[in-house]
């Protein structure tokens, strides 16, 4: 059973950092992409980043470019995204999915409970 | 980038109702839209790839069809388990963008 699993996510302030984690089991990690969905409080999902399987293709919404940082091991199973200079718009709850191939373009299919991020003064 | 819009923002019906949701882009995506369902505390859940194909284990009481710009998500029969935030997203091109959702409540 596919299972991905979120940490890192906590209270910070303006301008800080956070790095987030994400631990994948039940499939095999090396050969999906991966992605980072967040949700706003009261707010629609928004996406931020996708990774490659081989982390060659890095992709950032341009709400992140700049400020945040996808990466991957496979060899630990884990995808991060590291977040500088955070916002308040920031504040939200942040999703890893693995993307899968279908037959029209790819669509996220398993997801994790999510991290709260909150940043604050 | 792609605007997603969708139709109504919220809905309230009784169980047994059949549930019709639209998802509009902003240009042709042709059939590259997904179908979420949102629910407090939970992992999203795919329900629909590619505009109409079912994932695994979804209720075939879920059905999507489109293409080009205007897309549909409908529930034949809404179960009291349905009620939720479903939300479309393209994957045509990067970023792959989410509609703002629609909100599914009990009447």
């Known amino acids: 059973e596919v299972h991905l699993v979120e940490s890192g996510g906590g209270l910070v302030k303006p301008g800080g950092s956070l790095r987030l984690s994400c631990a994948a089991s039940g499939f095999t990690f090396s050969s999906n992409s991966m992605n980072w969905v967040r949700q706003a409080p009261g707010k629609g999902l928004e996406w931020v980043s996708s990774i490659s399987s081989t982390s060659t293709y890095i992709y950032y919404s341009d709400s992140a470019k700049g400020r945040f940082t996808i990466s991957r091991d496979n060899a630990k199973d884990s995808v991060y995204l590291q977040m500088n200079s955070l916002r308040a718009e920031d504040t939200a709850v942040y999703y890893c999915a693995r993307e899968r191939v279908v037959v029209a373009g790819t669509a996220l299919d398993y997801w994790g409970q999510g991290t709260l991020v909150t940043v604050s003064s | ?107």
């Not at chain 2, 109702?17 to 902003?26: E, F, K, L, P």
């Not at chain 2, 079912?54 to 388990?81: A, H, K, M, N």
């Not at chain 2, 349905?82 to 509609?99: E, K, L, M, N, V």
């Open chain 2, 1 to 107: 980038d792609i605007q997603m819009t969708q139709s109504p923002s919220s809905l309230s019906a009784s169980v047994g109702d059949r549930v019709t949701i639209t998802c509009r882009a902003g240009q042709s995506i042709s059939r590259y839209l997904n179908w979420y369902q949102l629910k407090p505390g939970k992992a999203p859940k795919l329900l629909i790839n590619a505009a109409s194909s079912l994932q695994g284990g979804v209720p075939s009481r879920f059905s999507g069809s489109g293409t080009g710009t205007d897309f549909t998500l409908i529930i034949s029969s809404l179960q009291p388990e349905d009620f939720a935030i479903y939300s479309c997203q393209q994957s045509f091109s990067i970023p792959h963008t989410f509609g703002p959702g629609t909100k599914v409540e009990i009447k």
